[in-house]
């Protein structure tokens, strides 16, 4: 006997790279937090009354995979309001930056803060994209630079997944910029962080994976090679904010080192979009930034498609560049600003989602043996999720084959 049988449903399995994967009229089979039967309703074997403990109707709405947010600032101190006035008069992110402001400013802002205010806050703004379907979500540090607020920050991400009905794969960023002690020692500081911050991180077990900043405000390939390195001797994998504001040779580097993900891209070259087709690498678009930056240079998609590189989709929620807290709403953003199709964009935030954190065997699509997390929507097709915008048509979330928003 099942645990759980859901039927009357509409179901977007997300499991094939061409279509939605739709099963109309379909059931879905519940065993030990897993799937374990899911296809037509006329097909299940045998009278439903006997097939599982408990029987749900979805009242002919849809279901989809669980959302995945796989690229997010999520927990930081402070805002940087000011910043979106003073790019509205016309100053450029890069300018702020160099003035001091942009991820400095929240560096100052996330060592003042308190463990407890800043799980407080960050609590805060999962809460619309937990609401939105959302059951998987990367966190990154980075706002600290030093030592104790890299681990505070990667402690409080651990700390999220317990009071939070999500799975939290948390991102250690230190070289994400160079902080005010090390100032034109950009080299020392990628010692700091490669000898001494990403050691303490996974000692203390609080890395899952590690990143970097590979642009001309930040870091130049040959560091960011160092931090690789590091990773590697941990046996930790890589991913990396590239080619956002130039063509830097980071998606090449990041392919090279057979990375997760190179994410932004706005102006990756035909050589990186190669590269990363031949590693396997996962271009994680990152709209709500291209939006809040009020940037004209869109990412290659065509090119990325033609060479058939997996394309997710992510909120990249943080204080300065994309203060975004809507997964749907990156969801439309991806279509209207970048040319995504409604399918593209939901295969972004689900299958390839999870490809970009490492976890497509057991999320991202419903399938046998996947985690039977999953979301129903009151929708008439699955390219509403894409259509609507400031509206969630969230009807439940079952994460683990356990319905969290409706007894």
Request: hydrophobic content about 45%.
């Amino acid at each position: 006997m099942w645990d759980a049988l859901w039927t009357d449903i509409d179901i977007a399995t997300c499991a094939t790279a061409d279509g939605y994967g739709r099963i109309d009229d379909g059931a879905i089979a519940v065993k030990d937090g897993q799937i374990a039967w899911i296809g037509p309703r006329s097909a299940l074997p045998g009278p439903e009354e006997g097939l599982a403990a408990v029987r749900y109707s979805g009242e002919r709405n849809w279901v989809t995979p669980a959302l995945i947010d796989c690229h997010t600032h999520l927990v930081y101190g402070g805002q940087r309001a000011g910043e979106f006035e003073k790019r509205l008069a016309g100053a450029s992110y890069a300018e702020i930056s160099r003035a001091g402001g942009g991820i400095r400013a929240t560096v100052a802002a996330t060592r003042a803060a308190s463990e407890a205010d800043l799980l407080r806050s960050a609590l805060r703004r999962l809460a619309p994209l937990v609401a939105e379907g959302v059951t998987v979500i990367e966190i990154k540090s980075g706002y600290g630079l030093d030592l104790d607020t890299e681990l505070k920050m990667l402690r409080v991400a651990r700390a999220i997944e317990r009071e939070a009905p999500v799975e939290v794969i948390t991102t250690f960023l230190g070289a994400h910029a160079v902080p005010p002690e090390f100032d034109g020692d950009a080299d020392d500081y990628i010692d700091f962080v490669c000898d001494e911050v990403l050691p303490g991180a996974v000692e203390q077990g609080l890395v899952d994976q590690v990143d970097a900043f590979c642009e001309t405000i930040a870091f130049s390939p040959e560091q960011v090679a160092r931090v690789f390195e590091a990773a590697r001797l941990f046996n930790l994998p890589v991913k990396l904010h590239a080619e956002q504001l130039s063509d830097y040779g980071g998606a090449e580097l990041a392919a090279e080192a057979g990375a997760l993900s190179a994410d932004h891209l706005e102006y990756l070259s035909p050589v990186g979009v190669r590269a990363m087709a031949r590693a396997g690498t996962v271009a994680v678009l990152l709209p709500g930034a291209f939006f809040t930056l009020n940037e004209t240079r869109r990412p290659p998609v065509d090119r990325l498609r033609e060479a058939g590189v997996p394309i997710a989709l992510a909120t990249d929620s943080n204080p300065g560049s994309s203060p975004v807290t809507s997964l749907l709403t990156a969801m439309n953003m991806g279509c209207v600003l970048f040319g995504l199709t409604p399918q593209e964009a939901l295969a972004g935030v689900t299958r390839n989602a999870a490809r970009a954190l490492g976890i497509g065997d057991r999320r991202g699509t419903l399938e046998v043996g996947k985690a039977a997390d999953f979301v129903i929507w009151d929708i008439e097709e699955p390219a509403e999720l894409a259509y609507r915008i400031g509206f969630n048509p969230c009807v439940d979330v079952i994460r683990a084959g356990v319905p969290t928003l409706v007894a």
